[in-house]
């Protein structure tokens, strides 16, 4: 059995600014990578990510963008727990999608897969769900209220 999990929420602004707020550097920073992040999200580039609450930037390679639509991402995993891929590397893929709903929202979704099935894998799995959980609300916060959910609240 495949380990792979999507989450999803609904943020109160245009689908072009919602995903504006991803690709952004600057503005995923501010809610989200609130240790920095560098370089846009945009096809075959390396960015890097880093977290106040899990220091130590990382590379987060970005496959796919679908301006307003869609981005595809791969990174590595925690603990080697995913499968490699042809470079040998442990990383998952991330898949986001952005679409409009008739009422001015924005329907976010993200799915990660690529875990290895073992007990590492699916403990790997977990934390990811409940991090990208987290990066919804804390996107829904920022880009509806200016609220940054993650200050503090790790730390």
């Known amino acids: 059995m495949e380990i792979r999990f999507s989450v999803s929420?609904?943020?109160?602004?245009?689908?072009?600014?919602?995903?504006?707020?991803?690709?952004?550097?600057?503005?995923?920073?501010?809610?989200?990578t609130t240790g920095g992040a560098t370089g846009r999200i945009q096809p075959g580039a390396v960015?890097?990510?880093?977290?106040?609450?899990?220091?130590g930037a990382f590379p987060v390679y970005i496959?796919?963008?679908?301006?307003?639509?869609?981005?595809?991402?791969?990174?590595?995993?925690?603990?080697?727990?995913?499968?490699p891929d042809a470079n040998g590397a442990a990383r998952t893929t991330v898949v986001m999608t952005f679409k409009p709903l008739g009422d001015g929202r924005t329907l976010v979704e993200i799915s990660e897969y690529g875990w290895l099935e073992?007990?590492?894998?699916?403990g790997a799995s977990y934390d990811n769900c409940?991090?990208?959980?987290?990066?919804?609300?804390a996107m829904k916060m920022w880009l509806e209220h200016g609220i940054n959910l993650r200050d503090g609240f790790y730390k």
Do not use: K, Y
């Open 47 to 55: 960015v890097e990510w880093d977290f106040h609450d899990f220091p």
């Open 63 to 83: 496959d796919e963008v679908e301006e307003d639509r869609r981005i595809v991402l791969r990174w590595d995993a925690s603990n080697g727990a995913a499968q």
């Open 9 to 32: 929420g609904r943020i109160s602004r245009p689908v072009s600014e919602v995903f504006e707020a991803v690709v952004n550097p600057e503005r995923l920073s501010r809610f989200f």
């Open 130 to 137: 409940e991090g990208w959980t987290g990066m919804l609300c």
């Open 118 to 122: 073992t007990q590492e894998g699916l």
